[in-house]
């Protein structure tokens, strides 16, 4: 049996008995033993294993009704590259009045694989502090420089107070660079946090990573450099200018504004590519709605299906199960269908059963199917996204991401209040997990409101979930043997239940609220 987590004995299995509710907790588990069963294999993208978990999911979709909703039958093609920079046939150096002084690269600073590198550039150097474009608060690292044809450096951070609750956003590397290439730049060196582990950080960034193929998804379109600096040699990038990488970091630690200054050396590299295809799907399964008029609107209810497939061992097993992350969340849309094709209940919308691929790699699989989806876009009113359903404690309080953000927000409320269940107060607010976290965040930038739902964990419960994310996600260790408690699944699933019932049912579309930041995506 894997290695799990240490939890408290009130993690034993409990078995919900109320007769009354619509879920036990265990049949949705059941699913869970199967979709992260060894033989699914981590249900990598494009692997023999996560083809085995959609030909289950859709099977039980065939049980309960659901009719194909893809773009061939219940699915959508989704097409994605694995791209990586082959170090031995690149290089980079930074130049001094003509001579060059050749990177190490893996210890001086690294190649980002975001960005399909040229065969070659040679550009001068800035550094833009945070390089941060906040509009909402006239804050503006670009101002009175000149960057065309220039390389930004900068740290990441911003200054404390109203630039700092928007940076979360400025920050995201798709708007980021879009900002940057408007301004001129055609590359971006990013210095690391001193307090992080660069030998950790070097490997993870040099691993193979994963994007949607094709141009409309090039988030680096025109970027011609984009890496990674050691923050311990960073000084390189500042010979002469009168500043240290010490000195700026402080600053930064500081919470304040960073100087902004042309530096006085350029860098000139060269990145060889590797690129791979790979060929995924997402499904799409409709419940189709009871109103005449409604049935032609769809509230999504949506999970991701992919987990990170067969990788380094951790005390010899090498299967990144991928249990509560997220075949929780798929087994609970199944479950979900199920209940409502045992019950007869056909909400007055139509509903959406979507499992999306590429989860880990960047939300990917979302991504394609809100820019193509498999029916009208306008008919699209909501998402309720279902990522991680962390059942290793009672079910005391929730977080619903996106709660003060639009109508959905209402609906969570009304849903957690029938059950009696408390909103939890976000403690990573700067994280901003509403657009970060998991699929969700793609119907927000479609202009389509959103929420997502999560198991609650009050200051009694933290270390769990600290010991939780530190031992088990994204570890061989998130397996079906880890201790659960069926009690908080089964409750999940009911505020989830109600939550879809009311969206689906409410002839009033979900909307915006007139204060929300993401208003302006609106279609």
Not at 454 to 479: L, M, Y
Not at 494 to 513: G, M, S, T, Y
Request: proline content about 5%; charged content about 25%; glycine content about 8%.
């Amino acid at each position: 049996m894997k290695n799990t987590v240490a939890l408290s004995a009130f993690l034993l299995l409990a078995i919900h008995t109320n007769a009354e509710e619509h879920f036990d907790g265990k049949a949705l588990w059941h699913r869970v033993q199967v979709l992260a069963a060894d033989d699914m294999e981590g249900r990598a993208p494009g692997s023999p294993g996560l083809a085995r978990a959609e030909a289950y999911v859709i099977d039980q979709l065939k049980r309960s009704g659901l009719t194909p909703a893809g773009a061939h039958g219940y699915f959508q093609a989704v097409k994605l590259l694995n791209r990586k920079v082959v170090e031995k046939n690149s290089s980079a150096a930074l130049l001094h009045g003509g001579i060059a002084d050749p990177l190490v690269l893996g210890e001086d600073a690294i190649f980002m694989n975001d960005v399909e590198h040229p065969p070659k550039v040679d550009a001068p150097l800035v550094f833009l502090g945070y390089g941060l474009q906040v509009p909402e608060q006239n804050y503006d690292d670009f101002a009175e420089l000149d960057l065309k044809g220039k390389i930004a450096v900068t740290i990441s951070g911003s200054p404390e107070g109203g630039v700092r609750s928007l940076a979360t956003h400025y920050s995201r590397t798709s708007v980021r660079w879009k900002q940057f290439r408007d301004a001129g730049l055609v590359g971006w060196i990013d210095i690391a946090w001193p307090e992080a582990s660069w030998p950790f950080l070097a490997g993870a960034l040099t691993n193979t990573t994963m994007y949607l193929a094709g141009d409309e998804f090039d988030d680096a379109k025109g970027e011609q450099v984009h890496m990674v600096f050691n923050p311990a040699h960073a000084d390189k990038l500042f010979e002469c200018t009168g500043h240290t990488s010490q000195e700026l970091f402080a600053i930064a630690k500081a919470d304040k504004r960073l100087p902004r200054f042309p530096l006085l050396v350029r860098l000139r590299a060269a990145a060889g590519m590797q690129n791979e295809p790979v060929h995924s799907a997402n499904i799409v399964a409709r419940l189709e709605g009871s109103d005449p008029r409604l049935r032609n609107e769809y509230t999504v209810l949506s999970a991701h299906i992919d987990h990170l497939g067969i990788g380094a061992p951790v005390n010899g097993d090498g299967i990144y199960n991928g249990a509560i992350d997220n075949a929780t969340g798929v087994a609970a849309l199944i479950e979900i269908a199920a209940a409502l094709r045992k019950e007869g209940i056909r909400p007055r919308r139509s509903v959406l059963f979507t499992f999306f691929t590429a989860e880990e790699g960047g939300k990917l699989g979302s991504r394609f199917f809100t820019a193509h989806p498999t029916v009208d876009r306008t008919s699209i009113v909501a998402d309720i996204n279902i990522d991680e359903i962390q059942a290793t404690v009672p079910l005391k309080a929730m977080l619903a991401f996106g709660v003060d953000e639009s109508d959905l927000g209402d609906a969570a409320r009304r849903a957690l209040a029938s059950y009696k269940v408390a909103i939890d107060v976000d403690r990573e607010p700067l994280s901003n997990r509403f657009i970060n976290s998991s699929d969700q965040g793609s119907f927000v930038f479609a202009g389509i409101p959103a929420i997502r739902l999560g198991v609650g964990f009050p200051e009694e419960f933290a270390a769990v979930q600290r010991a939780w994310r530190r031992e088990c996600k994204h570890t061989p260790s998130d397996d079906p043997q880890q201790p659960i408690n069926l009690e908080t699944i089964s409750q999940y699933e009911e505020i989830v239940r109600a939550l879809l019932l009311d969206v689906a049912n409410d002839p009033h579309r979900p909307q915006w609220k007139s204060g929300s930041f993401y208003k302006r995506y609106a279609m």
